[in-house]
Nanobody, 125 residues
Framework: QVQLVESGAGLVRPGGSLTLACTVSGRTIGDYAMGWFRQVSGKERAFVATISASGDDTRYAQSVKGRFTISRDNAKNALYLHMNNLRPEDAAVYYC??????????????????WGQGIQVTVSS
């Protein structure tokens, strides 16, 4: 059974930084694309960032480009999202996800197979 668990939730002030982690059990992640998504109450879950299996290709939503960095450590079976210069509009529940059908980056939320339970990020002064 594949399980993804996010950690690193917190309250941060605008302009601050936070790093989220996603640890995976039940399957090694080294062959699969992974991604981060976020959801605000009352809205659909939205793409944030994706990374290829090898880690050498990434994609970002325009709203986070230049502020967020996605990375992975396949040896540790972990995915990360480093968030800098956070804004109030970044506040959301963040989810990590894994697509066991591809090693390439993509933003199609419906194609990701495995999901974490979500973690709250709050940005407020």
């Amino acid at each position: 059974q594949v399980q993804l668990v996010e950690s690193g939730a917190g309250l941060v002030r605008p302009g601050g930084s936070l790093t989220l982690a996603c640890t995976v059990s039940g399957r090694t992640i080294g062959d699969y694309a992974m991604g981060w998504f976020r959801q605000v109450s009352g809205k659909e879950r939205a793409f944030v960032a994706t990374i290829s299996a090898s880690g050498d290709d990434t994609r970002y939503a325009q709203s986070v480009k230049g502020r967020f960095t996605i990375s992975r450590d396949n040896a540790k079976n972990a995915l990360y999202l480093h968030m800098n210069n956070l804004r109030p509009e970044d506040a959301a529940v963040y989810y990590c996800a894994m697509d066991r059908n591809t090693n390439a980056v993509h933003t199609h939320i419906e194609e990701y197979d495995d999901w974490g339970q979500g973690i709250q990020v709050t940005v407020s002064s």
